[in-house]
């Protein structure tokens, strides 16, 4: 059964650095490429980053591109998101998410609170 | 950047009802779409992918159509879960847009 367990939300001060973890299971990870996609509160989805199934290409909507950086770690299974300066507006529930075709599976979500 | 536009904003229908809802793309993004439905408090769930593809294990009331700038999603005789929250997004290149979604709710 594939399973993605996301992690390392909670609240944090603008300006201020936090990251994300994603902990994969039940497929082979590292045939995959993966995303972040967050939802404000009581908002639409937002795609954020994507990375190729080896990190060897990286993808990111305008409004993160030199904040955030998205990484993996094959041989752990596990995704990362790396979010520095963070601001007010960045505060949502962020998922991660195994591509195939579509986001086939997505985790949970972790919440992302950015105020001082 | 492709911008997907999605609409209604929202309907009410009733059980037993079809429903169409409809996305649309602000450039060619050929058979590049899928779609997702979203309930509260839960993770989105991929219901088609490369616009007509039924994803694993979804009911074949579900059915999705298009090509180019304009697709649909289909859901024939809508049951009671269907009330929800329905994405479109572009996919197999980058930026993976979203839709802001169609909220269907059951009279």
């Known amino acids: 059964e594939v399973q993605l367990v996301e992690s390392g939300g909670g609240l944090v001060q603008p300006g201020r650095s936090m990251k994300l973890s994603c902990a994969a299971s039940?497929?082979?990870?590292?045939?995959?490429?993966m995303a972040w996609v967050r939802q404000a509160p009581t908002k639409g989805l937002e795609w954020v980053a994507s990375?190729?199934?080896?990190?060897?290409?990286?993808y990111y909507r305008d409004s993160v591109k030199g904040r955030f950086t998205i990484s993996r770690d094959n041989a752990k299974s596990s995704l990362y998101l790396q979010m520095d300066s963070l601001r007010s507006e960045d505060t949502s529930t962020y998922y991660c998410?195994?591509?195939?075709?579509?986001?086939?599976?997505w985790g949970q979500g972790t919440l992302v609170t950015v105020s001082s | 950047n492709i911008v997907m536009t999605q609409s209604p904003k929202s309907m009410s229908i009733s059980v037993g009802d079809r429903v169409t809802m409809n996305c649309k793309a602000s450039?060619?993004?050929?058979?590049?779409i899928a779609w997702y439905q979203q309930k509260p408090g839960q993770s989105p769930k991929l219901l088609v992918y490369?616009?007509?593809n039924r994803y694993n294990g979804v009911p074949d009331r579900f059915t999705g159509s298009g090509y180019g700038t304009d697709f649909t999603l289909t859901i024939n005789s809508v049951q009671a879960e269907d009330a929800a929250f329905y994405y479109c997004q572009r996919i197999y290149n980058s930026p993976y847009t979203f839709g802001a979604g169609t909220k269907l709710e059951l009279k």
């Open positions: 490369y616009a007509s």
């Open positions: 998410a195994k591509q195939l075709g579509g986001f086939a599976y």
């Open positions: 990375i190729s199934y080896d990190g060897g290409n990286t």
């Open positions: 039940g497929f082979t990870f590292s045939s995959f490429a």
């Open positions: 450039q060619n993004v050929y058979n590049n």
